[in-house]
Structure formats: C-alpha cells, structure tokens
C-alpha cells in the first residue's frame, strides 16, 4: 500500500524596511525688524502626547499544496477527496483514531443498549456554528435526517437506522432495526457531518455549492476558486480553543501533479506538499530545510480481468497469473518502496482489514 510523503518546508524568511532621507535646508529669510517688547505671558501647558497604536501582529499563513479537488460543498452529498476539507468546516459526533479507537467531537460521550439496537449520545454544551447557531440535540438530529433524505454521497450508511429524536436539548437517542456498529457510522468521513439548523433546513445542495458552509469545525471557507485554490480563516470561537502558535489562515493550492508540488516545496512557494514523487524522498530527507512525514493511505491499486473470456475464465489461469507476479519488485520499483502487498480488497489500516487474509506469493 502507497504511502504518502508530507513534507514541511521550515525556513523562514524575515525582512525589515527602514525609510531614510536628510532634513530639507531652509531658504534664508530677509532681515527684520525686531518685534516691541510685550508682557510676558505664562506658559502654555505642553500638550500630552498620545500613546503610539500597537500594530497588529502579522497574520500567520500555512500555504499548501494538495492535489484534493472539490466535487461538492455539500456535507451530506460529500462522497469524495473533499473530504480533507471538509474534516476542517465540520464535525462528526465522534472521531475514529488510526487504531480503531474513538474520540469524542461533537458527543462528548455515548452509551448503547446489551442488544445493540438503541444508542444515546449525550451532545457537547456550547458548541457555536459558523453562522453562529447554537448545537443542539435538534440539531444533530436536522443534520442526519437531512442526509437521509436527501439520498446522496453516502447517505447510505444510515441505512439502519429506524427512529432518531431528540430527548431534551442535549441527548440524541437512536433505534436501529438490527444490531449494528453505529459509533463507526458516527465517526464517518462521509455523511455523518453536523451543521446548523439553518443550514440543515436547506432541501438541495444549492446554497452549499455557491461557496457556503455552516459547520463548528475549527475552520471557515473564506474562498474557493474551483480546482485552483482554497482559503481557510480560522474560526475564532472553535469551542476547542486556540493557541498563539497556531495559524491564522490557510491557502490551498490545488495541485494534481505531485512533481509540480515538489517543486512548488522547493521554490518556497508553498509550506507544506501532501502528495509528493516517491523518489523525491531521499533528496527531501538528506535537505535540512525540510521534514518528512510518512502516513499510510487507504490506496489500493488492483488490475482488472475480463472474466468472461478465454483464457481468464478458468480460475486456474487466474491463479496461476497471481503466483506469477514478482510482488516484492512491484512494490520496490512501483511504489518506490514506500508500500506493501495488499490482503484482499480492504486497504491496510481500513476497517474490516486483517493480516489473517490470505495473500498470494510468488511462486512461478
């Protein structure tokens, strides 16, 4: 399985202007006579100087490059790479760590029944949406009902689900029609994002694809240019806070081709590259200027078989075809060695994924 490199361009620049000039030399004046003399007058009060206005800290911008490109705005039609954004606009009740473990977001906690079938979620207190609406129960509950309806993206998901209320102004209380795993449909990246009533009240994607968004995430959409750029403002009353060292912005290049990212990285044109040339990695790592990160990717690259024809038809061919391919140097020279062979159809590090799938070696 391809990983992916992410790299963190780390100099920084500093620049101070000074503005310099000399003093003007005065004309001479023509002699005059001198004033009569006059009663002293008292002193006049020197006048008290105003305090010099701070100014105002410089914006702190993280520029990007990406090459995630946007299909809709619409969180419960999102069924695509735009789900990297949209994981910064919105929240889900809960989040899924890389382990398989859960992290409260928008519920702060859940409880389900011994049969599976009836699950409470108690609904975070003083949650603020873009738009300035309140979370409520109600809410969650406008949200999931909206994505249900509307039939789109991965609406699907909550295809379980039989009744869906609200119980007082903070718990949401679900019945499902048969036992099932609703904390990983809860914590999906796909149709399972809460927005604000209001935004919840719109029937089609309309209002969403004219650039608007309405989630409790830490971010906003400050702009979006279609498939060239994407400008996120920090949202100043995230209910998880903020600290100085964090940015104030970020700007989103839209790049498909990963060797323009890299040089986009190199040039300083951007901070951050997410999807860079596997042979890039030594050149970056051996730059002291650069940090790189690796993270497994939920890729899985598979080559298709008509079945229907000779000699594809015999699943003896096929199986020797399997046995036949030299999976180490696939990965090595394909993946720059930065993958491994799959097991089954399930990425690594996707659930349902196990290591006790049976795996073709080979063996010609």
């Known amino acids: 399985m391809k990983r992916l490199l992410y790299l963190l361009f780390i100099g920084l620049l500093a620049l101070t202007l000074v503005q310099c000039g000399q003093p003007a030399t005065p004309e001479p004046e023509e002699p005059v006579a001198p004033p009569p003399e006059a009663t002293e007058a008292p002193p006049a009060e020197e006048p008290t100087e105003e305090p010099t206005a701070e100014p105002p800290p410089a914006l702190k911008i993280l520029r990007v490059a990406a090459t995630a490109s946007v299909n809709t705005w619409d969180p419960s039609a999102?069924?695509?790479?735009?789900?990297l954004y949209m994981a910064n606009l919105y929240e889900p009740l809960m989040w899924i760590n890389p382990d398989g473990s859960f992290e409260p977001a928008l519920a702060e906690s859940w409880d389900v029944s011994d049969d599976g079938l009836a699950w409470t979620f108690h609904i975070r207190e003083g949650v603020t949406f873009h738009d300035g609406e309140s979370l409520t129960a109600d809410t969650v509950v406008a949200s999931?009902?909206?994505?249900?309806?509307?039939?789109?993206g991965a609406s699907w998901i909550w295809w379980m689900v039989e009744t869906i209320e609200a119980a007082d102004d903070l718990t949401v209380e679900v019945t499902l029609s048969t036992a099932y795993p609703l904390d990983r449909v809860a914590a999906s990246t796909y149709a399972a994002w809460i927005m604000s009533p209001t935004a919840a009240a719109y029937e089609d994607s309309e209002?969403?694809?004219?650039?608007?968004?309405?989630?409790?995430?830490?971010?906003?959409?400050?702009?979006?240019?279609?498939?060239?750029e994407i400008v996120l403002t920090r949202f100043e009353d995230y209910w998880g806070g903020w600290d100085d060292n964090q940015y104030d912005k970020v700007i989103i290049s839209i790049v498909p081709e990963q060797i323009v990212q890299a040089q986009m990285l190199e040039g300083g044109e951007v901070d951050l590259a997410l999807s860079l040339p596997a042979e890039t990695q030594e050149d970056f790592e051996a730059n002291p200027d650069f940090v790189v990160y690796e993270d497994a990717t939920l890729f899985n690259y598979v080559g298709l078989m008509n079945t229907q024809k000779e000699p594809l038809n015999d699943p003896l061919v096929r199986q020797a075809i399997a046995y036949a391919i030299p999976y180490d140097d696939v990965v090595a020279v394909g993946a720059g060695g930065l993958g491994q062979q799959a097991r089954g159809p399930v990425p690594n590090g996707l659930w349902p994924y196990s290591d006790e799938v049976f795996q073709y070696t080979y063996d010609p």
């Open 144 to 152: 999931i009902e909206r994505t249900r309806a509307l039939g789109a």
């Open 207 to 228: 209002w969403f694809e004219a650039g608007n968004e309405a989630g409790s995430g830490p971010w906003m959409l400050e702009s979006y240019t279609p498939d060239e």
């Open 78 to 83: 999102s069924f695509s790479t735009e789900a």
